[in-house]
């Protein structure tokens, strides 16, 4: 036992000694360096701060390899994903240096090989040795935001307290994680105007967002400057901020008010205007927002929901109407009371903070109404405003159909007046409201509708001021009786014999059940139509009248009787024109049996024109009848305005000279009649009216005009025809029609002038029989205008004139000659 317990002691020493060994090794390799054992890397633990304020290059470490005595060797480094030249070492003696300033934000740690060669063999002496070269933090980063802000932020005044705000900030700082020198503390480091707080809170890590602290007031402050500055707690701290707007958006802080305590308003009874009152309200809020819109009601008053309040949404006024029609027997007042608040809700600050227990809120503003309802009068009142009322028709007149009763609170005095009566059949007494019958009332009448309903629409109108009215419908059924007979529905037929042996024919009766079909058919001449023609069937609305001998052509009145159910009866013809038809059923030339209306009202219409067409032309002979003067003539020629035809060509010249005309002429005496070179001869006319008549009676027309001045004095001769046909004999007539030149009276007696005119007129009508050049030709179409030179603008002679050519001035004129010669030897 003593030796177990001694073997025992040596071990616990042992052990002892052991871990005593193993921590010194510990403690000096962490304090000096790394150390290999007998031909392995030894080098000193390489660590640098960031950013050091050093001369630069730097000396962080020497490297030493035991393997490298009495051997001409070389160190190598090698850096991985650096620039080069950033680390370097010293080849023969192992140191290492930085050459610059390091950021460890950039990069956190190095990794870094070294090697050793030997110089002589070409070769490595030792394996590669790699660690790394961390860098130490240091508070060189400021906090930063990462999210962008907006210029102006808007924020609602009725924003509770501990809200958040539409604001939010993600910070974020670059240096080490979970150092002070990252640790972030955001805060709100000034605001304008100052009231009331804003604050920031913390959502994690990273995020903030601003909160409300207070109430906002948008009567005190519509927009709030905010400063939110961000720092760390590093030695020495770092911070940066930003500032952001805050817009106040105004709500409904403000109760509507009335302007007026008072209001009154009129309406009349029994009508429903929109608008018989507009009450106005006061609002602090922002204008033509929820805040701000009135919002009416009712409190009392309208229990029976006869009036409405809306709301103008341009005034925010008030509008009163009435929406339901309502009688009042006196004029009356209603009493309303009406209530006012905003679309949006209420929202009061108290104490800095919103008032949420809604029983708190003051309450809505209200005013009372009084509204006069006129009493105005009122209509008369019937019983029935409809009232079915039943009638034979063709009842005899004089009937009274209906009478109504009528009330009217507001007058005694009504009086009845008749609407609607299309047909005129009735009268309405004044007073009382009968509706009597004047005239018999048709069932078959276009007045009465299908229902065989007669409508009349009467009035009782009272004696108010204004009067009032009102109106009733009286419905008459008319009853129908037997008072038409039955009538065919055509009564012209075209039977082509060749296709068919009968034609169907339709009646109707105009009257109802059972005064109306199905009829009964017969023929009405016994025998004679009985031999071509028979019914069958001969009972119903449509019965078939066939031929018996299809080869009696022609056309055929065939009489047929018609008799409705109660044994009316009427006689109708049928026109049937019997014919053989071609393929296509077309009777040729088919013959109307009657002239129609149109061709009647043509035929009129033609003598009608024929008789306007006689007495046109009868009006127009007996305008241009010429009137026979018996005036006595004084050498003068009448002015005839009708033009007569165009010159003739193969006549020659014939032009008078000029004359002096004295008071005795070759021994001739004219009285008082005086004519010198001075006057003018257009003043003295003379016209020959000559009419003949052979196998066909025509008038011609000589208009012989003497044109002369004080130089210029011709005959121009004109010979008219007028083509109309008379009854005149064939006796040559003439009248000679004269005006006086002056006052004197003529000299030649109304016998002589007859006599030397009957010569005259023999021998020019001689002349024109014997002479193919210069009588009076009748031409029945008068072509184009004549080629030769009009009279009218040959010049007429004067006095120093060659008037040898008078010699050859034909016939007519030589009998003219003849004449004045003869009355010339006459008068001397």
């Known amino acids: 036992m003593r030796s177990l317990f001694l073997l025992l002691l040596v071990a616990l020493a042992s052990l002892g000694e052991s871990k005593k060994e193993g921590g010194e090794r510990h403690r000096r390799a962490k304090r000096e360096s790394l150390s290999r054992s007998k031909r392995r890397w030894v080098l000193s633990t390489i660590e640098l701060e960031e950013e050091m304020d050093v ?15 009495n051997v001409q060797h070389e160190f190598q480094i090698t850096v991985e994903d650096e620039p080069e030249g950033l680390f370097t070492i010293n080849k023969a003696t192992g140191e290492v240096y930085v050459h610059r300033r390091l950021d460890r934000e950039k990069k956190k740690s190095y990794h870094i090989t070294f090697d050793v060669w030997d110089l002589t063999a070409g070769k490595k002496i030792d394996k590669e040795l790699s660690f790394d070269v961390d860098l130490i933090d240091i ?48 805060t709100v480091g000034k605001q304008s105007p100052p009231e009331p707080k804003i604050g920031v809170k913390k959502i994690d890590e990273r995020l903030h967002q601003l909160v409300s602290e207070g109430c906002f007031d948008y009567d005190k402050a519509k927009q709030y400057s905010v400063v939110i500055n961000a720092s760390d707690r590093g030695k020495p701290p770092l911070s940066r901020n930003v500032t952001v707007t805050l817009n106040v958006i105004d709500t409904n802080s403000h109760q509507p008010t009335f302007k007026k305590r008072q209001y009154e308003a009129e309406a009349v009874e029994m009508q429903t205007p929109d608008d018989i009152l507009r009450v106005a309200v006061e609002d602090k809020d922002t204008p033509n927002t929820d805040g701000w819109r009135a919002k ?17 949404p341009k005034t925010n006024e008030g509008i009163l109407g009435v929406v339901k029609a309502k009688n009042f027997d006196v004029t009356t007042l209603v009493k309303l009371q009406i209530g006012v608040e905003n679309i949006e809700p209420l929202k009061v600050c108290k104490d800095g903070k919103l008032i949420e227990d809604l029983s708190i809120l003051p309450p809505r503003d209200s005013v009372n109404v009084t509204v006069k309802m006129v009493d105005t009068n009122d209509a008369p009142v019937f019983e029935k405003y409809t009232e079915e009322v039943y009638q034979t028709e063709e009842s005899e007149k004089g009937q009274v159909l209906y009478t109504p009763k009528v009330k009217d609170v507001d007058s005694s005095n009504v009086r009845f007046e008749l609407l609607e009566d299309p047909a005129e059949w009735v009268t309405i007494d004044e007073k009382t409201g009968a509706i009597t019958t004047i005239e018999k009332m048709d069932r078959e009448s276009p007045f009465v509708d299908e229902n065989s309903i007669y409508r009349i629409v009467i009035a009782a109108i009272d004696d108010g001021s204004p009067p009032a009215t009102s109106t009733c419908t009286v419905s008459v059924h008319l009853r129908d009786i037997n008072d038409n007979t039955p009538t065919l529905l055509n009564k012209t037929f075209i039977l082509c014999s060749n296709h068919v042996d009968k034609v169907m024919v339709r009646a109707k009766d105009a009257d109802a059940e059972p005064y109306s079909g199905p009829f009964s058919f017969s023929l009405a001449n016994g025998k004679t139509v009985s031999e071509r023609w028979k019914i069958d069937p001969t009972y119903g609305e449509e019965v078939g009248i066939v031929l018996l001998k299809k080869s009696d ?26 014919c053989e038809c071609d393929e296509t059923g077309v009777c040729p030339k088919i013959l109307s049996i009657g002239l129609g209306d149109a061709v009647i009202g043509i035929i009129c219409a033609g003598l009608l024109a024929f008789l306007l067409l006689l007495l046109l032309l009868k009006c127009n002979q007996q305008k241009h009848t010429n009137p026979i003067c018996s005036e006595e003539y004084t050498q003068t020629l009448m002015k005839y305005n009708e033009e007569g035809p165009g010159t003739d060509c193969n006549s020659k010249s014939n032009i008078l000279p000029s004359m002096t005309m004295e008071s005795n002429v070759n021994g001739i005496k004219l009285g008082h009649t005086q004519m010198n070179s001075n006057m003018n001869l257009t003043e003295s006319q003379q016209f020959v009216h000559i009419q003949r008549s052979k196998k066909e009676d025509y008038m011609m027309n000589v208009n012989m005009n003497i044109l002369e001045s004080q130089r210029q004095r011709g005959l121009h001769k004109g010979m008219t025809r007028n083509a109309r046909r008379s009854t005149v004999s064939s006796d040559m007539r003439s009248t000679v029609q004269s005006f006086p030149v002056s006052r004197s009276k003529s000299t030649w007696s109304d016998n002589r002038t007859s006599s030397v005119l009957q010569r005259s007129l023999s021998v020019t009508c001689d002349n024109q029989t014997n ?40 016939p007519q004129f030589k009998t003219l000659e003849k004449i004045i010669m003869a009355n010339k030897s006459g008068v001397s």
């Open 296 to 312: 009416y009601s009712f409190i009392s008053g309208n229990e029976d929901k006869m009036y409405k309040i809306t709301t103008d």
């Open 55 to 69: 001369k630069y290059p730097y000396k962080i470490s020497t490297m030493y390899n035991d393997k490298t005595a």
């Open 139 to 186: 508070n060189d980063n400021a906090p930063r935001f990462t999210n962008q802000f907006k210029k102006s932020y808007d924020v609602m005044e009725n924003t509770k307290v501990g809200e958040y705000l539409p604001v939010s900030m993600n910070v974020v700082d670059d240096d080490l994680e979970g150092t002070i020198n990252s640790t972030v503390v955001v």
């Open 553 to 578: 052509y022609g056309k055929y009145s065939v009489p047929i009787r018609i008799q409705d159910k109660q044994s009316q009866a009427k006689e109708e013809k049928l026109a049937i024109e019997v």
């Open 771 to 810: 002479s193919s050049d210069d009588y009076v030709k009748i031409y029945d179409y008068e072509g184009n205008g004549n080629s030769c030179m009009s009279l009218d603008v040959l010049s007429s002679g004067n006095q120093q004139d060659d008037l040898s050519f008078l010699n050859d001035l034909g």
